[in-house]
């Protein structure tokens, strides 16, 4: 892991964040990128257990909550809220490649910021004093001066007449349309985001994954992606999508041949978002243009060899879905 910034992998010659991860992480300072205090399964196990945030955590990786003090991370003391999250891998559970966890969601988000153009919440691989690693990110809903931004998920603000559990992306289109004042490009950002989750097999993408929060202006937006992450990298029966694309695609000819979605589905999802079927396609062969890029990251990432190669297998499988199924 010496010779990368653990931000966004750029060549270093020590393991520190560069000064662009610096800007965007800390506001410019200089934060080391290992920490003083040990992982939870540590010796400093019990001022964890003080600490886990009682939030409801789609996933089960604990969850920290960091402050910057005196140019160090610190674990945020009594009820502050913390300027940074800090994930580290699952304490239990019988996940494959558990210990990659962190490194997965970094380098997922990373491919997702900096190869496809998506606005992701900042983040960066840290590391514990006893070299553990941990996925950190700085929260989009906190100002420097701990001010909240009003900001809710679909899981909050979805119809009470339809259960969680028969909501299609189709519908979180039609929350989008209700809630956001500039819809047309917010689809656009959702749809990408759902081709991305759907190439990097995230399968948790449910409800919770995409919130709104008010501007300044005091409109709504859509907030940066988040918990972006390949979960079938750690359980195979993770499911290509965590909801159905639009009612009843399970019924269309190629799904019914294979068992899962292919372009042709996406690009009637598109249409029921209220894209264009030309457009669709446009955006989903833009996104597939982008894959050499996105295996030279992984590749870069600190990944063990044997997760990189999954990784890349899982990637290609999806690759395949919809580049030989264009219509
Ligand atoms: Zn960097």
């Known amino acids: 892991m010496v010779g990368a910034c653990p931000g966004c992998y750029k060549p270093q010659k020590k393991l520190i964040y560069c000064s662009d991860c610096r800007r965007k992480l800390f506001d410019g300072v200089k934060v080391p990128p290992v920490m003083r205090f040990t992982s939870p399964a540590g010796s400093d196990s019990e001022a964890f257990e003080r600490h886990i945030l009682k939030v409801a955590i789609p996933g089960s990786q604990p969850k920290y909550s960091l402050t910057l003090e005196d140019d160090e991370l610190v674990l945020t003391k009594g009820n502050r809220k913390g300027l940074f999250l800090v994930k580290t891998q699952p304490e239990r559970g019988d996940f494959?490649?558990?210990?990659?966890?962190?490194?997965?969601?970094?380098?997922?988000?990373?491919?997702?910021?900096?190869?496809?153009?998506?606005?992701?919440?900042?983040?960066?691989?840290?590391?514990?004093?006893?070299?553990?690693?941990?996925?950190?990110?700085?929260?989009?809903?906190?100002?420097?001066?701990?001010?909240?931004?009003?900001?809710?998920?679909?899981?909050?603000?979805?119809?009470?007449?339809?259960?969680?559990?028969?909501?299609?992306?189709?519908?979180?289109?039609?929350?989008i349309r209700k809630y956001v004042a500039a819809s047309g490009p917010a689809i656009i950002i959702f749809y990408r985001r759902l081709l991305f989750n759907y190439l990097f097999s995230n399968g948790d993408g449910g409800l919770g994954s995409f919130s709104i929060m008010r501007s300044h202006l005091g409109d709504y937006t859509l907030t940066p992606a988040y918990d972006l992450l390949c979960t079938k990298l750690h359980d195979s029966n993770s499911p290509d999508t965590a909801m159905d694309l639009y009612t009843g695609v399970r019924r269309s000819s190629y799904y019914l041949k294979h068992r899962y979605a292919g372009t042709a589905e996406f690009i009637v999802l598109g249409e029921k978002l209220g894209i264009p079927a030309s457009r669709a396609l446009l955006l989903i062969k833009a996104m597939l243009d982008k894959s050499l890029k996105a295996i030279k990251m992984v590749e870069q990432s600190f990944l063990d060899q044997e997760s990189k190669a999954a990784y890349l297998h899982l990637f290609s499988e999806k690759l395949n879905r919809l580049t030989t199924t264009y219509p």
Not at 136 to 145: A, G, I, K, S, W
Not at 151 to 163: H, M, N, T, Y
């Open 96 to 175: 494959l490649h558990a210990a990659m966890y962190p490194e997965n969601e970094h380098l997922t988000m990373q491919i997702a910021s900096s190869v496809f153009d998506i606005s992701t919440t900042i983040n960066a691989l840290v590391f514990f004093s006893d070299e553990t690693p941990a996925y950190l990110t700085r929260r989009f809903d906190v100002e420097p001066n701990y001010k909240s931004f009003q900001q809710e998920d679909f899981a909050q603000l979805k119809e009470r007449s339809i259960k969680a559990q028969d909501y299609t992306y189709e519908d979180v289109g039609k929350l």
